[in-house]
């Protein structure tokens, strides 16, 4: 057939592939299938940012491929489909990757160094990181605007995640609270739950029994008995304030020699396999109100306030231990929600940023928490309180970046109001189009339906600030954008990091004290999920393309983004 050339049997397919390039860019055929289609007819397509940092992987290459085929069907149909490509440069794993080339890790270490210094080493790392992943991109044929990429560091990407954030803070969805958060002590912040969720592990804990004293009892228990506790987290002890059980669980006093312990009755088993003494019988009603000596009395001072003493909580189970569950209410957030429920307004945290234990606890001051298990383990049994001492294998939450353990701990954090408006987000899940469906009907359905507030607040350095000023009074500005703070401080800044915006102060709008910007940086999620807004800056530019193509005909990312970018 004329006008085709016989092909070789030796082809030298990479060659091929080069010449194929070449010739595209000869051309420019990228450019031109955009230009030769009309505005009016465009298909929009989200393109979810990777992390800036290390190469492009087997399955970013998959994904990129049908990010490719779809736009090229739809340019094919008569369809204008810009594409940029998107970069995700803040957060952990970017801080991870520097704190690794400086030699430095913690927050302490990080401001010895200078923040600023900090940040710009990080800003120069990832513009090191997109050589590469251009290449491995053009070379498998992908059609992607480099040259008008977008970065989540730039600062009018930056301004629009502001200008999210204060739409959120007008609709009253931002707020603060104290709350137990999964913490992950390798990177010195707080994680949300479905970043809590991204990496479990099978691990190996001591599980062990101990006795508490009773200094005065209530009902059927007497001063001098024994309340049985059981817990697979000994180094939790130290911050002991309560011990929960549940309202209608039968008790049982079991005498063992000059000893009498309360204890579950349906959990007698476990302690006395060859049978027991009763002694005496309560419900979980009669021991309310009993109180005891802490495992270790660091904090004493505060049973003035109400501390040591039995509580009620519906989560109590006879599943497993003994009936009554030992109550940290820094490290556990049941524990948090029943000491609040029984009016306990009390706190105790000797553990730093670095999962250390302070000199609160000077036993096992500067140790990690999990190598103190095995310090307090032996503490107890010197001082008579372990009962027993067995090992258990449970599946356990790690950090998705640092693949350190996480441990729980009470923090104030930012959060956005989900559950206030989680049954709109189910509602609008049914008229998206999911391929296969059951990824939107199951995995993205269940996962709205069970949506929590969201922690969006990091206590790290290299991220977009959270813009909001507070005085010593308490009172908050929220700003959402580059002019609304050069109207309220006078001071116009063309970068939105922590090193430049924390040093700018401006008078209380409500009382005219000076007010400053609260110290956390935003989860990186929270700004990758902001990118239909903040790709084209809008509404500071491109509103009318924007209110246009708002939102997308088309995303395409791997199953586990379902619950990170796509949810975001």
Not at 226 to 248: E, F, M, S
Not at 289 to 311: C, K, L, S
Not at 412 to 421: D, I, L, N, R
Request: charge should be negative.
């Amino acid at each position: 057939m004329e006008g085709f050339r016989k092909v070789a049997s030796n082809v030298d397919l990479p060659a091929l592939d080069g010449r194929i390039l070449e010739l595209w860019d000869s051309i420019g055929a990228f450019e031109k299938s955009i230009e030769q289609r009309p505005e009016d007819q465009s298909f929009t397509f989200y393109d979810g940012p990777p992390f800036a940092t290390g190469s492009p992987h087997y399955g970013h290459i998959l994904v990129g491929v049908i990010k490719d085929i779809v736009p090229r069907y739809w340019t094919m149909r008569g369809h204008r489909i810009e594409r940029r490509f998107g970069w995700d440069t803040h957060g952990l794993p970017v801080e991870m990757e520097v704190e690794k080339q400086l030699g430095i890790s913690g927050p302490r270490q990080i401001n010895e160094y200078g923040v600023d210094r900090y940040n710009e080493a990080c800003r120069a790392m990832v513009n090191q990181t997109t050589e590469e992943w251009e290449d491995i991109t053009k070379r498998i044929g992908r059609w992607i605007d480099f040259e008008n990429d977008y970065k989540t560091m730039d600062a009018d990407f930056m301004e629009s995640v502001w200008w999210v954030f204060k739409r959120l803070w007008d609709k009253g969805l931002i707020y603060r609270d104290f709350k137990v958060l999964p913490y992950s002590w390798g990177a010195t912040t707080p994680l949300s739950n479905f970043e809590a969720n991204m990496d479990y592990r099978d691990v190996d804990d001591p599980a062990i029994t101990v006795r508490l004293k009773v200094v005065s009892g209530s009902g059927a228990v007497r001063t001098g008995d024994w309340l049985l506790i059981w817990t697979t987290t000994p180094w939790t002890l130290p911050g002991n304030l309560a011990v929960a059980v549940g309202r209608d669980i039968q008790y049982v006093c079991i005498r063992d020699g000059a000893d009498q312990y309360w204890i579950a009755e349906a959990l007698v088993g476990s302690l006395w396999p060859e049978g027991a003494e009763i002694i005496a019988r309560a419900t979980g009603e009669d021991l309310i109100g009993t109180t005891y000596e802490p495992p270790f009395d660091y904090f004493g001072e505060e049973r003035d306030r109400g501390a040591f003493r039995v509580v009620e909580s519906e989560e109590t189970s006879t599943e497993d231990g003994t009936g009554l569950v030992h109550m940290a209410p820094a490290y556990g957030e049941i524990d948090f929600y029943t000491l609040q429920a029984a009016g306990l307004d009390v706190l105790v945290d000797p553990v730093d940023a670095e999962a250390r234990f302070t000199e609160d606890a000077p036993d096992v001051a500067g140790m990690y928490v999990k190598d103190a298990d095995a310090k307090l383990i032996d503490l107890l049994k010197v001082r008579g309180l372990l009962v027993k001492r067995d090992q258990i294998r449970h599946s356990y939450p790690f950090c998705w970046r640092t693949e350190t353990p996480l441990i729980y701990k009470a923090i104030p954090t930012w959060f956005v109001a989900v559950e206030s408006f989680k049954d709109r987000m189910v509602e609008l899940n049914q008229n998206i189009h999911w391929v296969p469906s059951h990824v939107g009907e199951r995995r993205f359905g269940n996962w709205l339906e069970g949506a929590r507030d969201w922690a969006i607040s990091r206590n790290r350095y290299w991220g977009s600030c959270i813009p909001v000023w507070e005085c010593s009074h308490g009172h908050t500005t929220c700003v959402g954008s580059i002019d609304e703070l050069e109207a309220l401080s006078g001071i116009r800044v063309d970068d939105l990091h922590k090193h430049f915006v924390d040093p700018i102060t401006f008078p209380c709008p409500e009382c005219g004290e000076p007010a400053t910007r609260v110290p956390e940086v935003l989860d990186c999620w929270f700004e990758s999920g902001s990118m239909p807004y903040a790709q084209p800056h809008y509404p500071f530019e491109n509103e009318e393309w924007f209110e246009a193509n708002f939102p997308a005909n088309f995303i395409n990312e791997s199953l586990d983004q379902t619950r990170g970018w796509f949810y975001t």
